[in-house]
């Protein structure tokens, strides 16, 4: 008997649900009802099939535009860099760290005269929009943070201690305006005194203007010689 009794428990079968599935759950009865009670008042709505490259499209449009918090935000950035009168600044790449970690690093560099800020790409890229620094658009890429300091002789310092860290790596800088790569920042951080590279500072940014003056010399002496190129090219064509 007991075994005939047990006999129908065991032919019961569960299914295993996965929890990558999660069950709906449903809203809650009040909020049910109060949409159920707005409905007669509200504007029909009309459902729209649009493609998905539309859709796509105007995410990333959306995606590009500022709101007013970030726009606010862009302004405060760049007025608190103005009035700062910051004369450089390193672009780096930021990896995750955990935020005690970050907060001794940040009070670190800030006792050495080193301000560290990471505002997001988007909030940079509206920052440095209508100034030389929008050249540096080009390495905002993935996640990114600034070193900023007000003394030239800051580039050394900041070598030193983006060193030590492994989380941190600067990209590319910029002194008094000037885009200054790292082979250039490693030659200027090996110099002794203030003066010496404060007179390399100006030196490379001498050599940068001469090969752009070099540069648009070359193109001036091959322009004619090009444009008479074309035109007897031309008139053998219509000949």
Not at 101 to 129: C, D, P
């Amino acid at each position: 008997m007991l075994n005939l009794s047990l006999k129908p428990l065991g032919s019961v079968q569960v299914r295993a649900v996965s929890s990558k599935y999660p069950r709906p759950t449903p809203r809650h009865f009040k909020r049910r009802l109060f949409e159920a009670a707005l409905q007669p008042e509200l504007p029909p709505t009309v459902a729209m099939c649009m493609p998905p490259g539309l859709v796509k499209r105007q995410h990333t449009e959306k995606s590009k535009e500022y709101s007013d918090v970030e726009l606010a935000l862009a302004n405060l950035v760049r007025s608190w860099m103005v009035k700062e009168e910051f004369r450089v600044l390193a672009v780096c790449q930021f990896s995750p760290v955990p935020g005690r970690t970050l907060w001794f690093a940040k009070n670190q560099l800030r006792s050495k005269n080193i301000e560290f800020r990471s505002y997001g790409n988007k909030i940079l890229k509206k920052v440095f929009e209508k100034t030389p620094m929008s050249s540096l658009n080009n390495v905002l890429v993935g996640s990114n943070a600034i070193l900023l300091a007000k003394d030239i002789s800051a580039i050394k310092t900041i070598l030193q201690e983006t060193d030590k860290l492994n989380w941190v790596e600067p990209l590319v800088m910029m002194a008094d305006g000037r885009i200054v790569d790292m082979v250039q920042a490693r030659d200027l951080a090996k110099l002794s005194s203030l003066e010496d590279l404060r007179a390399h500072t100006v030196q490379i940014l001498g050599q940068q203007v001469a090969q752009i003056t070099i540069s648009l010399d070359t193109a001036t002496r091959h322009l004619p010689s090009l444009l008479d190129a074309y035109a007897s090219s031309k008139q053998e064509n219509q000949n």
